[in-house]
C-alpha cells in the first residue's frame, strides 16, 4: 500500500511512520515529491486501518484487491456450474424461471412446465420469503420446498430457492439444487459460513448497496469454506431513480468477469420491478455476456402474491427467451 | 390507496378494476377527472401489488404508513429505555461510548473507566464483528462477552453490544444490557424475530440503503413480537459521497420522531468514518434532537484491532461531552 | 392531483381545505376512508405545492405528468432524426464517433475517417470544453469548430459537438449539425431556451442526478420554444458505485421510449469511464432498443488529451460495430 | 501520483511507462513490491489521464488535492464576507432569510422587516428562478430586483439573489451585494468565470450530485479570476432517500473547513424540502460550525408561488434564531 503524510509532514514524522511500517513486517521505502512525501509499503496489506488513523497521515492508498480466491488472477478459466440441465458459464447462458413465491402444487407445477416450454432450464421459486413488513405473506415455508421438488419431478428441471437463515441451511439444501442467497443477507456472514460448508451451488445475489470489492469478498467467505460453486447474481442497486424499483447497472456484468472466474447471471425482474421492462433487458443482459438470467414468470402475473407488477407471463417469457436466444447465436454464444 | 388507471382507459377497463377493489373487500369509489380516472379503494391497503399490475392501471399511490405499532398514531408518547444508568428517550440524552472491538481485559476495563470518567452512561464494544472480508479480526466472540460483564462489573455501565444470528441471541442476552442489531443484518428477519422474542432493550441500526419506511418495519417486525423496547439508530446511508465513509443524514432525527414514540440515537463514527468529525456531527445530533449517541472510543485509538481511522480517544470524547452538555442545556435537555 | 389530509383532520380542516381547491379553480371531490379523508382536486395541478403546505394536509400525490410535448400520449409515433446519413429513430439505430476533443486539424480529419470507416454515420468531437477544473485543456474553441467543418468536408460526416453557454448558441449553430448540450448543463435553462430557438437537431444529455421527469421537462424547455428536434442522450447518473466513472442505467431506455417519442441514445463511454467496458456497453444499448450510440474514439487513445481512459481506439470501434449490427440483424433493427 | 502495473507487468512494460512518466517531465521512481510494481511519479499530477490509460497500467492513484487557491494550505487563516451588516466567517455566523421568490413590493418589504425583527443579517429573494418546468413561475426578472433594492433601502438588510447565466451578471451585480450561483449552474462554467470578474461576493451552492472536489474546483473557477469572496452553501444532495427532498450531509461543513479557508454556509430549506425540519437543521448547522444560513421565510409560507413546502413563517424563523443563537453561545461563536 502507499501510504501518503500530511503536508509538511517533518523528517521526524517520516521516520516514525517508516518504522511503524517496518514493525508491521513491510518494508517502507521513502519517496520525497515535490509537494508531499509517501511511503510504499511492501509486502501486503495489513496495518491499512492503524496506519490511517496516525495523526501524520493523510490516507493510505491500497493497491492490492482484498479478495482471493474470487480472483481471475487466482484461476483464470472461467468456472462452470452444472446441474442437470442448467449450465452456467464458459459460453452457456442459464434460464432460471419461475414464480415469485411457491403458492400451491398446481401453480408451481403449471409454472415449471410453462417456463420449460419457454426455454427455462431451471426453475425459480421462494418458499422462504423475506418480506419488508411483518404483515406480508412469508412464503410456504417447508411445504413450499416440497411443492418445489415435486414440479421438479414432475419436468425435470432443476430448483433454485432461497435461504434465509443458518440454521435452515440443511433443510433447504435437502430439497434444493442451487441455494439462493438474497440480497438483504449479502452481508449476513453467519449465513454465508453455513452455505460455504456445503457442497452445491450457492447463487449469491448483490446487496442494494454493495459495492464491487463487498460483493466478491461475500463470494470469498463461501469460497473461503470450500464451496466453490458460486454464481453472482447483478440484481439492481439502490440509487436515487425511483420511476424503476432499483437500478440495474450492466456494466457490472463486463466488470465482474474481467475481474472474477465466476459466472455472472442478472435478475433484470427485481432489477427494474416493472414488467414490460423486463424483455429488453434480458437482451440486454445477454448482449453484455452474462452467464445467465433469473427472471420471475407467473402463470397468471395478476394473481402473484408477491411482486405481481414486475412478474411476466409464460407468453412474455418465452417471446423474451426467443429473441435473446438470436442475441446469444448473433455472439456466438448459446442460451439454455 | 388511490389507483389511477391508464390514459384513454374505457369504461369497461374502469368497471373490472373497480369489481376487483371490491372483490378484495375494499370500497371502491371512481372520480372521472380531466385527463384520467382515478379509484379510490377504500378499507386497507390490501392487494396494492395485484392492482399494480393490472394492465389498465398506470400506478396504485399508497395513503397509509404500513407500520403500525411503531407509529405516533397508535402511542402519542414518546418511549423512554432506561437500563441501570443509561436513560434515552423523554429529554434525557443517552451516551453509549467504547471501543469498536473488545481485545483484552485490560482494554475493555480502561475503555470503560476512562469513557464513564468523560461521561458516558453505557458501555459499547464488539465480541462479534461482522467483517466485510473472511480474513479480518472476527471479535473474540463468547470470551469478549465475558470481558465486557467485567467492565459492568468495574464500572456499573450497561453493555450494549452486537448479536449477529439468531443462534447467538439466547448467548448474548445472557451477557448484555442492550442488544444491537447491525446495520447489514437489519433486514435479517430471522434475527428480528428472533430478538423479538426476549425482553431486553434492542438498538436497531439503520441500514445502509435502507429508506425510513423499510427501517421503522424493520422495528416492527420486532415490536410485532412482543418486545417493545426498541432504539432507532442512524448510523449514515450510502451515496455518492466518498470524502466521509458514508454519509450521515441528520434530518432523519425529526423526520423520525415525528412519525414515531422510539427514540432515536446516532452514531457520528460510522457515519462519518473519520474522528476529526466526530465531535462536530455529536453536537449537531443533540442540537436536532437526539436522544443519545454512540461512540467509538479507544484508550489508544491508533492500535484499535477495527475502525481506528473513525476512533476518537478518551480526551476527545470528554471534550465533545462537554460541548455536547452545553448544547443541551441551552435547549433544555439533559445528556447522560 | 389527491389531496391526503392528516390523521385526525376535523370536518372543518376538510372543508377548509376542499374550499381552497375550489378557490383554485379545481372541482374538490371528498373521500371519507377508514383511517384518513382524501380529496380529489379534479382538473390539472396547479396549486399543488400551496396545498402540499398547509398544515391540515399530510401530502399531495399528482396524477399526471408534468411534460406534454415530449409526451408520447401527446404524438405516438415515434421522432425520427436525420441529418445528412445520420438517421436516429425509427428502426434506424445512428452512430456518433469521435474524440473526446478536437486536438489539430491532423486528429480530427483522421478520427473522422476512420470512424467513417467504422460504421459511424456522424462524428463527435468538443472545441468548448466543461472540465471540472479550471486548469484542464478547455478546448480549441472557434478552431475546433472549423477543423470540426474540415473533417465533415473530407468525410461527409455530419457534425455533432457541445455548446455550453447561450452567447455561443449563434456560433456553433454555424458549424455544426447537431448542438450537444452536455450533463452538467441539463438545467442549465438560458441554455435550454436558447437552443430551442433554433432550427437544428439537439442532443440532450441527461443531468448526472437528474430524475426521468426533470429530463422530460428539461426536454420540454427546448420543444416549448418551437425546436422539436430532440435527441435525449442517457449517459449515466452519479450513484455509490465507483468501480466505473458513472452507473449506466440501461432500463432508462425502453422506460423513455414507453412515454416519449423522443429518440433515445446512449453514450457508453461516459456512463463507464473504462475503455475495455465500452463494446460490451454498446451491445447490451442496441440490444434494450436504443434509437443511437454516442462514442469516444481516437486515431490513438493513450495521447488522447481528455477522457484518455474511456476512449477506444478505431479499431475497438469498428469490431464493436460489427457486434452491434449482428444484433440489430437479429432484433429487425439496422446499425448506421 | 502512483502509478499501478498490471498484474505480471513485465521490465519491459515497467521500463516503457517509467520512459513515459520521464517524458511528462516528471521523476518516475520504481518500486517492486511482492505482487504489484508501482511507479511514483514524482512532480506534479500531469498526464495522469495518459497514463491511466495504457494498457499496462492498471491504476493510477492522485495524491495531490486538484484545487489551489481554495485550499487551506495555500492560506491557513479563515476568510471572513462582510457587507453591511452581514458577516460570514470568522465566529460569526451570518443569518441569510427571505422569501423563495419575490412576489410583488408589499411581500418583499414585509418579508424584510419580519426577517429583520427575527435575528436576519440579510434578505434572501429570487427574482430569476430556475424552474424545473418551463410552465412554472419563472421569476419578476428586473422588476425583482427592483424590490429587493428598495427592501434593502427599507431595513438597511444586504440583499442575495441568484443570478443565472452570464448574460444577467452586470444587470444582478447592479441590484445586489451578494450573488448566488444554484445548484443546478455549479458546473455552469461560463457562469463561475463571469462572477470571478466582478468584486462582490459570490454564495456559491453545491451541486445536487457534486463531490467535496468537484465543489472546491467550482469555487477555484471563480477564485482563479481574482474574486476571492466566495461563500460554499450545504444545500443538500441526492441520493435514493425521498422522505426528504434532498439528503443534507452536514458532516460536509467540518470536512470542508478543515481544507479550505472559505466560509461555508448551510441552506435547510432545501436540504430538507419539509418546513418543520427547517428548525432542527438550522440548530445542528450551528453546533458542527456552519458560519451562516440561508432560510426560506414568507409571511404568508402557503400563499408563497414556489417552494411553499418547505417555507416557514416569520414567528418558526425567529424562535429558531432563538435556539441557534443560544447554541451558538453556548459554543463561543456569534449569530448574527
Do not use: W
Request: aromatic share 4%.
Amino acid at each position: 500500500m502507499i501510504v501518503v503524510m500530511k503536508h509538511g509532514a517533518t523528517e521526524e514524522m517520516i521516520q516514525r511512520t517508516a518504522r511503524r511500517i517496518e514493525e508491521l513486517g513491510l518494508k517502507a521505502h521513502i519517496i520525497q515529491g515535490t509537494e508531499r512525501t509517501v511511503i510504499a509499503a511492501i509486502g501486503d496489506e495489513r496495518g491499512k486501518e492503524e496506519l490511517a488513523a496516525c495523526e501524520d497521515v493523510e490516507q493510505v492508498l491500497p493497491i492490492l484487491a482484498p479478495y482471493k480466491i474470487a480472483s481471475r488472477e487466482t484461476k483464470p478459466e472461467p468456472t462452470v456450474i452444472q446441474v442437470r440441465e442448467l449450465v452456467i458459464g464458459g459460453g452457456r447462458i442459464g434460464v432460471i424461471a419461475g414464480p415469485c413465491s411457491v403458492e400451491s402444487e398446481t401453480q408451481i407445477i403449471d409454472a415449471a412446465r410453462k417456463v420449460k416450454a419457454g426455454g427455462a432450464t431451471a426453475l425459480r421459486g421462494g418458499a422462504f420469503k423475506p418480506r419488508t413488513s411483518p404483515y406480508a405473506f412469508q412464503g410456504m415455508q417447508e411445504e413450499g420446498l416440497r411443492l418445489l421438488s415435486a414440479a421438479r419431478e414432475a419436468t425435470g428441471l432443476p430448483v433454485v430457492t432461497e435461504v434465509m437463515t443458518p440454521h435452515h441451511v440443511e433443510l433447504v439444501t435437502r430439497y434444493a439444487d442451487v441455494l439462493q442467497i438474497g440480497a438483504r443477507n449479502m452481508q449476513n456472514y453467519h449465513l454465508l459460513a453455513a452455505v460455504g460448508e456445503i457442497r452445491k451451488p450457492v447463487l449469491l445475489k448483490r446487496g442494494l448497496s454493495a459495492t464491487m470489492e463487498e460483493f466478491l469478498l461475500a463470494a470469498e467467505y463461501i469460497l473461503d469454506r470450500g464451496n466453490h460453486q458460486v454464481i453472482l447474481c447483478e440484481r439492481g442497486i439502490r440509487t436515487f431513480e425511483t420511476h424503476t424499483r432499483f437500478t440495474l447497472p450492466l456494466a457490472s456484468v463486463p466488470y465482474l468477469k474481467e475481474r472474477t472466474h465466476l459466472p455472472v447471471v442478472v435478475d433484470p425482474s427485481h432489477g427494474t420491478g416493472i414488467a414490460s421492462l423486463v424483455a429488453p433487458m434480458c437482451a440486454a443482459s445477454v448482449a453484455c455476456g452474462a452467464d445467465g438470467l433469473i427472471i420471475e414468470v407467473h402463470p397468471d402475473p395478476k394473481k402473484s402474491m408477491s411482486d405481481a407488477s414486475q412478474t411476466i407471463s409464460p407468453e412474455a417469457f418465452a417471446a423474451a427467451m426467443t429473441q435473446c436466444r438470436l442475441i446469444a447465436h448473433a455472439l456466438g454464444t448459446q442460451l439454455g
